[in-house]
């Protein structure tokens, strides 16, 4: 498939405009335009990919604690946005953007009515420079679960695709990229996840050059990782020692992320 690849329409959701890709390369453009003038705000980064891919591994990984559930059976329900906040907190945005708090225990178990987004807070220093997105996956036939999944791509300064190192670069997943607007294309990293699944680091290298072949003119960079092991408990359980749980976490992530993922920050 071409790097020109047409645009595909985006559906409409709770009654906003129906968008289009070529819509959301003009939002890009403006974006960038203002951005010198405004000051500099904290780095966003989206993760994206199919069902399963390893994103919520990978989120936990670059914001340095568990934060998110893993599990393939409760996914992610809906774009979910992590920030940072003095206490750990946990609100589901409405349609009409109002925010409603949400129990821990109540997150990743499936879509709530009446939720778009969800807003989890952590008091994780580095997220003070860093905002980071998980989301649905994308390219499973649900058009509202695709336009959530586009839309949290605005504004995005980097956007990472996570494909499974065991079925890696799907034909699926190349026609789901290009259907983002060229700009953010332009600041997509391909992270090849779960690599620890792959017996030995002779097999691991054949992937990753065959993905260099067929995928590396689509990508600023390929990055390899792991699945994310326990980092301990999450944020808010861990009240006891924040900074000392906030130091395991980042060191944690350090054995399981790519040293390339540096980049990122």
């Known amino acids: 498939m071409s790097e020109g690849a047409d645009t595909v329409p985006v559906p409409r959701i709770d009654g906003e405009r129906c968008e289009t890709a070529l819509e959301l390369e003009r939002d890009e453009a403006a974006r960038l335009a203002e951005r010198p003038r405004a000051r500099q705000p904290a780095t966003r980064i ?25 599990s393939f059976v409760a996914h ?78 605005r504004g995005a300064d980097k956007v990472i695709w996570c494909t499974p190192a065991m079925q890696a670069w799907k034909a699926s997943e ?18 090849v996840t779960f690599t620890d699944a792959i017996a030995s680091q002779t097999d691991v290298d054949r992937v990753l050059a065959r993905l260099h072949a067929e995928a590396g003119a689509l990508f600023r960079g390929i990055v390899r990782s792991s699945a994310v092991a326990a980092l301990g408990p999450a944020p808010h359980q861990a009240q006891t020692d924040p900074e000392q749980h906030r130091s395991r976490g980042v060191r944690a992530a350090r054995t399981v992320v790519s040293p390339a993922m540096a980049e990122l920050r």
């Open 46 to 70: 989206v993760v994206i990919g199919e069902f399963n891919s390893g994103k919520t591994s990978l989120v936990n990984a670059l914001v340095g604690a568990p934060v998110l559930p893993t």
């Open 76 to 153: 992610t329900p809906c774009p979910t946005i992590i920030t940072y906040a003095a206490k750990p907190a946990l609100s589901g945005e409405t349609a009409s953007r109002r925010r409603v708090p949400i129990a821990w225990d109540r997150i990743g178990i499936g879509p709530q009515q009446g939720i778009r987004r969800l807003h989890v807070g952590v008091p994780l220093e580095q997220l003070k420079a860093l905002r980071v997105i998980d989301t649905p996956g994308l390219a499973l036939g649900d058009e509202v679960s695709d336009a959530q999944t586009l839309r949290a791509c």
């Open 174 to 191: 190349q026609r789901a990229w290009l259907t983002l607007p060229k700009g953010l294309r332009q600041r997509g990293i391909l992270a």
